[in-house]
């Protein structure tokens, strides 16, 4: 299957500090996005990286991909108690391929 | 409407009734997708609109679930003789475009006893 995986599972970390979490994927992609969910129901999109791009900012937020390993990583800069959430990638499977399947996420808590 | 609406929020019902939950998109979005959420996990891919078509199907569960699209708007996702596995959190979401970023709504937490 195409879904992505993330990892860790859960990640704890200090207010202050910088989180990291990987996303691998098993087919060729068109993009890449990353997602956060806060408890409770609905996704927020944070960032889109397509096939051709390497890296991408947006504020505190670094997104890499390696097209040759099928692999992401969502690097949070200078966490804050807020960044508390589940983070989540999502493929589409690549050419022809339309879904978007999402990985089982990242839980992440920043401690006080 | 401003973003995705989810209607209900809540949905209690009795093992073996049917459910209906609705989905409104975001007007003008061409692509709409179902989700289902288990409590602490993922998100699993349920089926997803171009248009008024499905194009891909192949999440849905069972023949007991069934999803239609009407005016390029809003979506039904239908649920047959519900069983308590039924349970989870339903998500809709909808793009543009097919490949573009998803606008997500809140969801429904049906609950099947």
């Known amino acids: 299957s195409q879904q992505g995986e993330e990892d860790p599972q859960a990640l704890s970390i200090q207010e202050g500090e910088n989180a990291t979490m990987n996303c691998s994927y098993k087919?060729?992609?068109?993009?890449l996005q990353w997602y956060r969910q806060n408890s409770g129901r609905g996704l927020v999109h944070l960032i889109l990286?397509?096939?051709?791009?390497r890296e991408k900012h947006s504020g505190r937020l670094r997104v890499t991909l390696d097209t040759s390993k099928k692999s992401s990583s969502l690097l949070i800069t200078a966490s804050r108690a807020a960044d508390t959430a589940s983070y989540f990638c999502?493929?589409?499977?690549?050419?022809?391929?339309?879904?978007?399947?999402f990985g089982q996420g990242t839980r992440l808590t920043i401690n006080p | 409407g401003a973003g995705v609406s989810q209607s209900p929020s809540n949905k209690v019902t009795e093992k073996g009734k049917d459910v209906e939950l609705r989905c409104d998109p975001i007007?003008?979005?061409?692509?709409l997708y179902w989700y289902r959420q288990r409590l602490g996990q993922g998100l699993e891919f349920l089926i997803y609109?171009?248009?008024?078509?499905?194009?891909?199907k192949s999440g849905l569960p069972s023949d007991r679930f069934s999803a239609e699209r009407t005016g390029e708007s809003v979506s039904t996702l239908t649920i047959q003789r519900t069983q308590q596995e039924d349970s989870a959190v339903y998500l809709c979401?909808?793009?543009?475009?097919?490949?573009?970023?998803?606008?997500f709504g809140s969801g429904t937490q049906l609950s099947v006893l």
């Open positions: 979401a909808s793009s543009r475009r097919v490949g573009e970023k998803l606008f």
């Open positions: 087919t060729s992609i068109n993009n």
């Open positions: 990286i397509r096939s051709n791009e």
């Open positions: 999502a493929t589409d499977g690549g050419q022809g391929a339309q879904k978007l399947v």
């Open positions: 007007s003008g979005h061409t692509a």
């Open positions: 609109f171009q248009g008024n078509s499905a194009p891909d």
